[in-house]
């Protein structure tokens, strides 16, 4: 009998086989398996027929982006976003300047790996800042320098509202809308947004926005809100269905939004870390099937 991960549940539907239509846009973030490099996490998503991956910088680097893209390419899978870049709200000039080139890398790997959507993760206060406007001037800033070399390279800069408990030190965007803001002044071919499930779900004007950024969605991810919130809140992504979040009404609302893209499943959990790689990625598409599609 299959169990589901983390809870060793029995699982409640067959595990999809590859080759199965139903997993056609499901792409497995490469966080998910954050034990794996891009070897193989690739085979894993050849094994359990998914049809994308999606790639984080480090894991990347250790390999080198040309054995990257090519293992990927060679795999038949797309790489459905690089994550991440971003942390772009430095007040002093050489940590601007650090993060601008630290992006502008960022853009070129994930033009060498074949993806359009490079996830931006904006970043938080400078240490000892309470200036929270001024952060978030800084990313708008940084944009303006940053989106006609994305747009050179083919790129488009996926910004990421992150739950607010996260503003402090990670993301100072905290909402859909706010995001559309600073995305506003640049085409929808450049710069777009990314709808995580876990990031948004509380927000009472998530859909509303949602319909908004038709166009604008980049990428959409999901994982689930789980309570109690470990000690490392990080740490505190859910297997979808073991938690509170309603994944089909947004599945449905970014549908009609116009989004034709991957969906990438994103989990930060460290038991989901600890388990059998294989198991984790039956459970996922699992959970796909049962918890995000009709």
Same mark, same amino acid.
């Given at each position: 009998?299959? /169990? ?9 539907? %067959?595990?999809?086989? %590859?080759?199965? %239509? ?22 894993? @998503? ?35 976003? /690089? @994550? ?23 853009? =070129? ?31 708008? =800033? ?14 488009? /800069? ?8 996260? @503003? ?54 999901? @994982? ?10 990080? /740490? ?59």
């Amino acid at each position: 009998m299959d /169990l589901d991960v983390p809870t060793g549940t029995p699982a409640a539907v %067959p595990t999809p086989q %590859p080759g199965d %239509p139903r997993l056609a846009r499901l792409s497995l973030n490469q966080k998910t398996v954050n034990r794996l490099g891009v070897a193989e996490a690739t085979d894993l @998503c050849v094994r359990h027929g998914f049809g994308a991956i999606g790639l984080w910088r480090e894991p990347v680097a250790e390999i080198g982006t040309a054995r990257a893209a090519r293992l990927v390419r060679d795999a038949g899978l797309r790489v459905s976003s /690089l @994550c991440r870049g971003g942390f772009l709200t430095a007040a002093d000039e050489a940590g601007r300047t650090a993060a601008l080139d630290d992006n502008r890398r960022a853009i =070129d790997e994930a033009a060498a790996l074949g993806t359009d959507t490079l996830v931006l993760v904006v970043g938080g206060l400078p240490a000892g800042s309470r200036d929270l406007a001024g952060a978030r001037q800084r990313v708008a =800033d940084a944009l303006a320098v940053l989106v006609p070399v994305a747009a050179d390279a083919g790129v488009r /800069l996926a910004l990421e509202p992150m739950h607010p408990m996260f @503003c402090a030190d990670r993301g100072v965007l905290s909402t859909m809308e706010q995001s559309l803001a600073v995305a506003a002044p640049y085409p929808a071919s450049q710069v777009g947004v990314v709808v995580d499930t876990y990031h948004v779900w509380w927000d009472p004007a998530a859909y509303q926005q949602i319909a908004r950024a038709a166009g604008r969605i980049a990428s959409f991810q999901v @994982c689930d809100w789980v309570v109690p919130l470990p000690a490392d809140t990080l /740490l505190g992504r859910g297997m979808m269905g073991d938690g509170t979040i309603d994944f089909r009404s947004f599945r449905r609302a970014v549908d009609a939004a116009g989004y034709d893209g991957d969906i990438e499943v994103e989990i930060f959990n460290a038991d989901v870390w600890a388990a059998d790689p294989d198991a984790v990625a039956a459970t996922v598409a699992r959970r796909y099937v049962t918890e995000v599609l009709d």
